[in-house]
């Protein structure tokens, strides 16, 4: 599984994986985390890769990520 959305995102954006890691402030094996719904994001990370993708954060995650 991964999130679609974010994965989309990140491909639009032109920005490869560590770059979008790199301007949200978190190492990248964690960003890759998070896009593989790995790992649950702080509303903090949330925000910062909202930011860095110059996107909401609705439109880049939903409730269903799993644990």
């Known amino acids: 599984m991964c999130n679609r ?7 639009d954006s032109d920005l490869k994986g560590f770059e979008i890691a790199r301007k ?15 790992y649950r994001p702080t509303e903090d990370q949330k925000n910062k890769i909202a930011k860095a993708l110059k ?13």
């Open 24 to 38: 949200a402030d978190m190492h990248p094996a964690t960003f890759s985390a998070i896009v593989n719904e790995h």
């Open 55 to 67: 996107k909401t954060v609705a439109e880049l995650f939903s409730e269903g990520v799993a644990v």
């Open 5 to 11: 959305s974010l994965k989309l995102a990140g491909i």
